[in-house]
């Protein structure tokens, strides 16, 4: 005999209304003058394919409950106290679903814990993961608002922007508090291409609203600001990347980390990307390459890769577009009174910088002739510009990198800057918070490093936990019960012949 569950009424009714729904259409195609709208019966369609959808999740997550005196979770016994009906936040949209909920055995006023939330890997109570997952990709490329009205938009789950906004946040102090282990663990994953003989590293600054000062800002000059525009502050960004012989870039790994003194975690992250790829293959060439900003080459300059600095060869590389920048501004001191002559100027000396060996010697040579003859204001922006090309000079060696098949110019930090922070945190009306960028900060460099995937799976399993139900003790029975159970058991002779397991059997005390 079967027997058919409130479940399997439930289902049956959604298959049913949408076979309903099905044979109504087919009638009107056969009775109806007026050819029927498609876009409507789309509609339709779906809304009534999430009904469905909505009712098996449902089913499905009601298997999940657990309705035992007590379960066991991290080693701590909790004892059931109540049954209550929960929504989920489902691909779908909302389902409700009536659960058990337990407490700590001892405790009397500790928050409930919910054995099925744990079974089924619920983020935060409220999302299953799949919605989880696609609210939290979403959320790193758009807006809560924009996102909700994407979702809205879509069908489906609806949900509304301030849980959309809770997820990267909810998420990130997970991902924060395992984060090490968790990008070693992603890193372990991955393979170094066969074809890979460049590695590049960068890191860089940009400027972003932040809402709050945790100590890291510059002090500023007596009458002055401190550096940036009032509000904003600097955003690290970091890029590892892998070339072939022909300098054709391989793939990326993108970091990026809210305001923090000298980009610590930053550095950290670097280092330990740079380490493992080194320990897989130390042929690699490494190249350091950064704009002349003494911060990032006081890190790059003594970088650890974890091998012997005498096993690895190394190049450091002034990104050629800052010097190209900074050789505009030497030209603009030197001819700002004839344009024409200056852009032809600046352009011959920028194909002597990145093409002729001693390139950088000669920018210089044309610098300093020209210095006496200036007036006293052009000649201190000329000398800026000396200043900055003999202390970049040893790292501007374009034309035998270039012959290396070397990158000089740092276009993938400057598009991880711009991709990874301006496009998404520096919208119109945005101030984000330390805790709150971060999240969305980690979320987005995952993506774009290739690594969302992989990372999906090490956070979803974060929200699993293993329920063990505790099985009831059996109650031992009384004196008085064993001494009336004594006299009505059956003699030896009277069951000799009979298999007889004396061992189950009480004993008369």
Request: net charge neutral; proline share 4%.
């Amino acid at each position: 005999m079967n027997i058919v569950t409130q479940e399997d009424t439930d289902t049956k009714s959604a298959w049913s209304q949408l076979n309903q729904f099905l044979l109504q259409r087919e009638a009107q195609w056969l009775t109806d003058e007026e050819l029927p709208v498609f876009a409507s019966f789309e509609c339709e369609l779906h809304e009534r394919l999430m009904a469905l959808e909505r009712e098996l999740l449902a089913a499905e997550l009601a298997r999940y409950n657990v309705n035992s005196k007590e379960v066991e979770v991290d080693g701590e016994r909790y004892r059931r106290v109540m049954s209550s009906g929960k929504k989920y936040l489902t691909t779908a949209g909302e389902v409700r679903v009536e659960r058990h909920l337990y407490r700590r055995v001892g405790s009397s006023n500790e928050r409930c814990i919910c054995p099925l939330d744990y079974r089924a890997g619920i983020i935060d109570g409220y999302a299953t993961p799949r919605a989880a997952r696609q609210m939290n990709w979403v959320t790193a490329h758009l807006p809560s608002r924009t996102a909700a009205e994407l979702f809205k938009e879509i069908g489906g789950m609806k949900p509304s922007h301030t849980t959309i906004d809770q997820q990267p946040k909810i998420v990130s102090e997970h991902w924060e508090t395992h984060r090490s282990a968790w990008e070693n663990a992603l890193r372990q994953t991955e393979d170094i291409p066969s074809t890979a003989m460049i590695m590049a590293v960068s890191l860089d600054g940009v400027m972003a609203p932040v809402c709050q000062d945790d100590g890291t800002k510059k002090a500023a000059s007596p009458g002055k600001q401190a550096s940036g525009p009032r509000g904003y502050r600097e955003i690290g960004c970091g890029s590892v990347s892998l070339y072939d012989q022909e300098g054709e870039r391989l793939q990326t790994v993108r970091y990026g980390r809210m305001p923090e003194q000298k980009k610590t975690t930053l550095r950290q992250q670097l280092t330990a990307e740079c380490q493992h790829i080194v320990q897989q293959a130390p042929h690699l060439k490494v190249v350091k390459l950064a704009d002349g900003a003494r911060d990032n080459w006081d890190y790059l300059s003594t970088l650890d890769l974890g091998l012997p600095d005498a096993d690895i060869e190394q190049v450091e590389i002034v990104d050629f577009c800052h010097a190209a920048d900074h050789l505009k501004n030497g030209c603009d001191a030197i001819w700002s009174d004839t344009p024409d002559q200056c852009q032809k100027e600046f352009e011959s000396l920028r194909q002597v910088l990145k093409e002729e060996d001693g390139g950088a010697d000669k920018v210089l040579n044309a610098f300093t002739t020209r210095l006496d003859s200036l007036p006293a204001k052009r000649q201190e922006a000329l000398q800026k510009e000396i200043t900055y090309f003999r202390n970049q000079r040893p790292r501007m060696n374009y034309a035998a990198y270039l012959r290396q098949g070397l990158p000089i110019a740092s276009g993938v930090i400057e598009a991880t800057c711009k991709t990874l922070v301006s496009q998404r945190m520096k919208c119109s009306g945005m101030r984000w918070s330390s805790f709150g960028g971060q999240a969305v900060l980690t979320l987005r460099a995952l993506v774009q490093s290739g690594r969302w995937h992989q990372a999906w799976h090490i956070l979803e399993a974060e929200f699993r936990k293993p329920v063990s139900i505790v099985k009831e003790q059996p109650t031992q029975p009384c004196r008085q019960d064993t001494v009336a159970q004594a006299k009505l058991r059956p003699t030896l002779s009277s069951h000799i012949n009979c298999a007889v397991d004396y061992g189950s059997l009480p004993l008369a005390i």
